[in-house]
């Protein structure tokens, strides 16, 4: 082990800023983060043990104690609870003779849930050691277990095991017409960098994650800035249930997303550009490190590009379970090899950014629509789509419809139209922009995909007539109360007690001063956490108890008030240790009857 871990020390440069990306081949190969690489580490990158500790403890994918040779990691998300994901589960369990939450007792095999993996269109998913596993079934269970039990080293598991399809059912202007190789960039050069950042200005594309930024606009504040250093960051970690169109376009389109990236370090004057890949994506990144190769090869990255004097290249970062490092800051804390804490802002990334330097932060289709508007025009962009909102936007769809996966419109697009094309059949009501999103009823399908009416970073999860609503806001609570960063008290308490009320309505104990104390909640965590995640956390309930209200009442026992606390329940492991179980030994509660 040490002479492991000091070549991979050495492989990094010995740099505290590569600390995760160190910690993810430790626990490739061991499978948890021993106590003795931790203390080796903390010598030769000359940091603290506790911050490694504390990286450790942050990222769901590192382990501090050991885990299975397969780990195996089943997808939480809803989509999955929908194709039978529990019973599958169950009979995972019962087929390797493992626990969930457990590692067997000859270490062969761990298993655990985990969070969306970005295969919501070919669920239930899953991931053993870091690699997809879609469209699990029994069969195919049969299959895993006897892998496992005759310790089969992954390379000689079935292919088919590890098909991820890129599903693009109804692509449009940007799917259809991909770029050629070089295009962007020669296209910028002859019409002039700045003409060009004009272009993209025109063509009003705004950024494609959600928060619709200008992009022109952030790319003008950054290439303004004052010191010479800068940085490109491309936003690979697409955590939102639901979401899985960034997953398609590096599986199919990569060299037009990184030429985008170049264009924008063309633009700003940047030298160092980063993927920041979701660790869920680990399928995907030989061949993204493949095709970085080629366009080094091709004179498309690396020194001169095309002969024009630009200095740029691109390093991939894989992410390692944590769903807060969609946000762009605590992003960047994880690119410095950091717990991925969202910082304050002001300043923005623009300004002071990776390493404290002026950094564009832009999501996958971002880049990959700003390449193609620097080929083809602002107005061939831009004649698409609202006055506020010009272009398309792609859309990851999956749920309840009978053509699940990848679809481009225009933005100004109905809610109706998306359901008819992709067979959705009486839909009960559809979550736009994954659980941080908004719900929306049947009443609602008139309302068009658009920054003015429903913003969306990408996801629409589909939910028919036969759906609980108590079923999709008790999983997406859960979601939020789990990738919490701790950070912050409104949010850390907050999505725990959020989760434990919904629970109890969950669970049919709820009263009406439950529902009140939920709305409540629900406010003072959108108005006083530290980022968007806390912000978004109380959404499902929100825009569900608005819908909805009657749903939440018929869900109410009777009462006027029933106890948060079981204190009969909680006098049960006394009970069993005075071996006493009679009337005496019990206690009543105000609100223990109907």
Same mark, same amino acid.
């Given at each position: 082990?040490?002479?492991?871990?000091?070549?991979?020390?050495?492989?990094?440069?010995?740099?505290?800023?590569?600390?995760?990306?160190?910690?993810?081949?430790?626990?490739?190969?061991?499978?948890?983060?021993?106590?003795?690489?931790?203390?080796?580490?903390?010598?030769?990158?000359?940091?603290?043990?506790?911050?490694?500790?504390?990286?450790?403890?942050?990222?769901?994918?590192?382990?501090?104690?050991?885990?299975?040779?397969?780990?195996?990691?089943?997808?939480?998300?809803?989509?999955?609870?929908?194709?039978?994901?529990?019973?599958?589960?169950?009979?995972?369990?019962?087929?390797?003779?493992?626990?969930?939450?457990?590692?067997?007792?000859?270490?062969?095999?761990?298993?655990?849930?985990?969070?969306?993996?970005?295969?919501?269109?070919?669920?239930?998913?899953?991931?053993?050691?870091?690699?997809?596993?879609?469209?699990?079934?029994?069969?195919?269970?049969?299959?895993?277990?006897?892998?496992?039990?005759?310790?089969?080293?992954?390379?000689?598991?079935?292919?088919?095991?590890?098909? @991820?399809?890129?599903?693009? *059912?109804?692509? !449009?202007?940007?799917?259809?017409?991909?770029?050629?190789?070089?295009?962007?960039?020669?296209?910028?050069?002859?019409?002039?960098?700045?003409?060009?950042?004009?272009?993209?200005?025109?063509? !009003?594309?705004?950024?494609?994650?959600?928060?619709?930024?200008?992009?022109?606009?952030?790319?003008?504040?950054?290439?303004?800035?004052?010191?010479?250093?800068?940085?490109?960051?491309?936003?690979?970690?697409?955590?939102?249930?639901?979401?899985?169109?960034?997953?398609?376009?590096?599986?199919?389109?990569?060299?037009?997303?990184?030429? !985008?990236?170049?264009?924008?370090?063309?633009?700003?004057?940047?030298?160092?550009?980063?993927?920041?890949?979701?660790?869920?994506?680990?399928?995907?990144?030989?061949?993204?490190?493949?095709?970085?190769?080629?366009?080094?090869?091709?004179?498309?990255?690396?020194?001169?590009?095309?002969?024009?004097?630009?200095?740029?290249?691109?390093?991939?970062?894989?992410?390692?379970?944590?769903?807060?490092?969609?946000?762009?800051?605590?992003?960047?804390?994880?690119?410095?090899?950091?717990?991925?804490?969202?910082?304050?802002?002001?300043?923005?990334?623009?300004?002071?950014?990776?390493?404290?330097?002026?950094?564009?932060?832009?999501?996958?289709?971002?880049?990959?629509?700003?390449?193609?508007?620097? @080929?083809?025009?602002?107005?061939?962009?831009?004649?698409?789509?609202?006055?506020?909102?010009?272009?398309?936007?792609?859309?990851?769809?999956?749920?309840?419809?009978?053509?699940?996966?990848?679809?481009?419109?225009?933005?100004?697009?109905?809610?109706?139209?998306?359901?008819?094309?992709?067979?959705?059949?009486?839909?009960?009501?559809?979550?736009?922009?994954?659980?941080?999103?908004?719900?929306?009823?049947?009443?609602?399908?008139?309302?068009?995909?658009?920054?003015?009416?429903?913003?969306?970073?990408?996801? *629409?999860?589909?939910?028919?007539?036969?759906?609980?609503?108590?079923?999709?806001?008790?999983?997406?609570?859960?979601?939020?109360?789990?990738?919490?960063?701790?950070?912050?008290?409104?949010?850390?308490?907050?999505?725990?007690?959020?989760?434990?009320?919904?629970?109890?309505?969950?669970?049919?104990?709820?009263?009406?001063?439950?529902?009140?104390?939920?709305?409540?909640?629900?406010?003072?965590?959108?108005?006083?956490?530290?980022?968007?995640?806390?912000?978004?956390?109380?959404?499902?309930?929100?825009?569900?108890?608005?819908?909805?209200?009657?749903?939440?009442?018929?869900?109410?026992?009777?009462?006027?008030?029933?106890?948060?606390?079981?204190?009969?329940?909680?006098?049960?492991?006394?009970?069993?240790?005075?071996?006493?179980?009679?009337?005496?030994?019990?206690?009543?509660? *105000?609100?223990?009857?109907?």
């Amino acid at each position: 082990m040490k002479q492991f871990i000091q070549d991979l020390a050495e492989k990094h440069s010995n740099r505290a800023k590569q600390l995760l990306q160190i910690l993810r081949e430790i626990q490739s190969r061991y499978h948890y983060i021993p106590e003795q690489a931790i203390e080796q580490l903390a010598g030769l990158l000359a940091i603290p043990r506790t911050r490694i500790i504390s990286v450790v403890e942050f990222y769901s994918f590192l382990h501090l104690t050991p885990r299975g040779h397969y780990e195996l990691l089943i997808s939480d998300c809803i989509t999955d609870h929908m194709q039978d994901k529990k019973s599958l589960t169950d009979y995972l369990v019962d087929k390797l003779n493992v626990a969930v939450g457990a590692v067997r007792e000859d270490g062969a095999v761990s298993l655990d849930n985990t969070s969306c993996t970005g295969m919501c269109d070919q669920g239930p998913a899953g991931m053993v050691n870091g690699y997809a596993l879609t469209r699990l079934d029994r069969s195919r269970i049969d299959q895993i277990a006897d892998l496992i039990n005759r310790r089969e080293p992954l390379a000689a598991w079935p292919a088919d095991l590890f098909y @991820v399809d890129d599903n693009i *059912v109804r692509p !449009g202007v940007l799917l259809k017409q991909p770029i050629m190789q070089g295009a962007a960039l020669r296209s910028a050069f002859k019409r002039g960098l700045k003409e060009t950042l004009a272009e993209i200005d025109q063509s !009003g594309l705004r950024g494609r994650g959600g928060a619709g930024f200008k992009t022109a606009m952030k790319w003008a504040f950054c290439a303004g800035e004052a010191q010479s250093e800068r940085y490109v960051v491309c936003n690979a970690d697409e955590g939102e249930p639901g979401t899985f169109k960034d997953r398609v376009l590096l599986n199919s389109f990569a060299h037009q997303v990184f030429e !985008g990236m170049t264009l924008c370090a063309a633009i700003i004057g940047a030298r160092q550009g980063f993927l920041y890949l979701r660790g869920e994506y680990l399928h995907l990144y030989d061949q993204l490190q493949d095709i970085l190769d080629q366009r080094r090869q091709a004179g498309l990255l690396g020194i001169n590009i095309l002969r024009e004097g630009l200095d740029f290249d691109i390093d991939i970062h894989l992410g390692a379970g944590a769903y807060i490092c969609g946000e762009e800051s605590a992003l960047i804390e994880s690119l410095e090899g950091k717990a991925g804490i969202p910082r304050n802002r002001p300043p923005y990334p623009v300004t002071q950014g990776y390493l404290g330097k002026p950094t564009v932060v832009n999501n996958v289709e971002t880049f990959f629509a700003a390449s193609a508007i620097a @080929v083809n025009g602002a107005d061939w962009f831009a004649k698409a789509g609202t006055e506020k909102s010009q272009g398309t936007k792609i859309l990851s769809i999956s749920g309840d419809c009978a053509r699940p996966g990848i679809y481009e419109y225009a933005f100004g697009t109905t809610v109706q139209t998306l359901l008819n094309e992709c067979g959705a059949r009486d839909v009960l009501g559809v979550q736009i922009g994954g659980p941080s999103g908004t719900f929306i009823s049947s009443q609602e399908f008139d309302r068009k995909l658009a920054f003015e009416d429903l913003a969306t970073g990408g996801s *629409v999860i589909i939910f028919n007539e036969s759906r609980d609503i108590f079923d999709i806001v008790h999983n997406f609570t859960h979601f939020f109360a789990h990738e919490s960063c701790g950070f912050c008290t409104p949010c850390r308490v907050g999505t725990s007690l959020l989760k434990k009320q919904v629970n109890k309505i969950y669970e049919g104990h709820g009263s009406a001063g439950d529902v009140a104390a939920l709305e409540e909640m629900g406010r003072l965590i959108k108005g006083y956490s530290h980022c968007g995640l806390g912000q978004t956390a109380a959404n499902p309930v929100l825009t569900t108890l608005e819908r909805y209200p009657e749903l939440y009442q018929n869900k109410l026992k009777k009462i006027s008030y029933e106890p948060g606390f079981d204190l009969d329940g909680a006098l049960d492991i006394a009970r069993r240790l005075a071996q006493r179980d009679d009337a005496a030994a019990h206690l009543s509660q *105000v609100g223990d009857h109907d």
